[in-house]
């Protein structure tokens, strides 16, 4: 079974600060991966994706990658009250043919002024 | 252009009753998955169609579960005899391909109540 896995949270920082948001996966055959944000009632939106160990950066956003590890992260700097959402970490592995996406439970981001 | 859209938005039933969901992907996204969200909770990955091959279904809790994708475009995700626990949001995603390395994009979700 793949397993993504948070800290629900909430993380809590203040405006102009950096969250730092974390996620570990099972999968070593893992082989995308995803951050994406969901404001409450709303549906998901791509943030970053990664695909190679290292760092990604655009805009504010860095996503981080360590397959050795298994450790996918993103940063967030000049962090601001706009960005409170959940963050889910999403990965995809070939399963049977298929590339099958599987979503950790996601991390309550709070940032207050 | 237009998005992914779902309907209904919200849909109230009985236990017991059938349902259907409708999703209307992207236009030329040949992948549409189905997700199921309960609340506070993550996405639970469902049922994933790519092009006409035949779909995956690994994620489909019970047989009470079906879905089925018409001329590669519109799909229906049936929910069969429903039960309590099957409340929840569901959502619609459709991609351009089925590579694992494109964006999901997400429709708004139908939010279903089984009374």
């Known amino acids: 079974q793949k397993e993504v896995e948070q800290n629900s949270g909430p993380l809590s920082v203040p405006e102009g600060a950096i969250a730092s948001l974390n996620c570990t996966y099972s999968?070593?055959?893992?082989?995308?991966f995803f951050w994406y944000r969901q404001y409450s009632g709303k549906s998901p939106e791509l943030i970053m994706s990664?695909?190679?160990?290292g760092d990604k950066e655009d805009g504010r956003f860095t996503a981080q990658l360590n397959k050795a590890s298994q450790y996918v992260s993103l940063l967030i700097r000049d962090s601001q009250p706009s960005d409170s959402a959940t963050y889910l970490c999403?990965?995809?592995?070939?399963?049977?043919?298929?590339?099958?996406?599987?979503f950790g439970r996601g991390t309550s981001l709070i940032v207050h002024p | 252009g237009a998005g992914v859209s779902q309907s209904p938005s919200n849909k109230v039933t009985e236990k017991g009753k059938d349902v259907e969901l409708r999703c209307d992907p992207i236009?030329?996204?040949?992948?549409l998955y189905w997700y199921r969200q309960s609340l506070g909770q993550g996405l639970e990955f469902l049922i994933y169609?790519?092009?006409?091959?035949?779909?995956?279904k690994s994620g489909l809790p019970s047989d009470r579960f079906s879905a089925e994708r018409t001329g590669g475009s519109v799909s229906t995700l049936t929910i069969q005899r429903t039960q309590q626990e099957d409340s929840a949001v569901y959502l619609c995603?459709?991609?351009?391909?089925?590579?694992?390395?494109?964006?999901?994009?997400f429709g708004p979700g139908t939010r279903l109540t089984v009374l």
């Open positions: 995603a459709s991609s351009p391909d089925a590579g694992g390395t494109d964006t999901q994009y």
């Open positions: 169609f790519q092009g006409n091959s035949a779909p995956d």
């Open positions: 990664i695909y190679s160990n």
């Open positions: 236009s030329g996204h040949t992948a």
């Open positions: 999968d070593r055959g893992s082989q995308s």
């Open positions: 999403a990965l995809s592995s070939l399963s049977g043919g298929s590339y099958i996406p599987t």
